[in-house]
């Protein structure tokens, strides 16, 4: 029975190296979008102050499309320079705090939620899913248009 036990622990162990290696984490490489550090009120803020659309990214932890996002395209340097110079850029876990609170207002049904607002938090575009950094960059394109 222990033997069982160890060989079953083994292929969990297993499992869950090869997920978190596949996964990676979220955090994003430099170069890459920067996220803007502060509350949804400070981004509003400074999105006026800026006169910039905010893009929002709400996703949760446990997402595994939302840390492909984070690794594949968030990092992009194309899409990084592109978001940087033209958004406030916004990540919040739709799980906890501010995140779940405009997660039920937005009446979000996945992760990773995409949006593009104006500074007074009104949903210019929207968009869910993975998206590779060509696709993000259209998406930008079009909610930076609705912005104008």
């Known amino acids: 029975m222990d033997k069982n036990i160890l060989v079953f622990a083994a292929i969990v162990a297993v499992g869950v190296l090869t997920a978190f290696r596949y996964y990676g984490t979220a955090e994003v490489a430099e170069g890459g979008i920067e996220f803007f550090q ?8 400074k999105s006026k102050q800026e006169n910039k659309p905010i893009f929002l990214d709400i996703s949760a932890s446990w997402c595994g499309p939302c840390k492909m996002l984070k690794r594949n395209t968030f990092s992009n340097k194309e899409v990084g320079a592109y978001f940087n110079e033209r958004f406030v850029n916004v990540a919040l876990d739709g799980e906890i705090g501010e995140g ?17 607002m104006d500074n007074n ?12 950094p060509k696709a993000l960059l259209k998406f930008g394109e079009s909610g930076l248009k609705k912005y104008k």
């Open 38 to 45: 502060g509350t949804w009120k400070e981004a509003l803020e």
């Open 100 to 116: 779940k609170d405009l997660a039920n207002q937005l009446a979000i049904r996945g992760y990773p939620s995409l949006f593009v």
């Open 121 to 132: 938090g009104k949903t210019l575009d929207a968009t869910a899913g993975y998206h590779d």
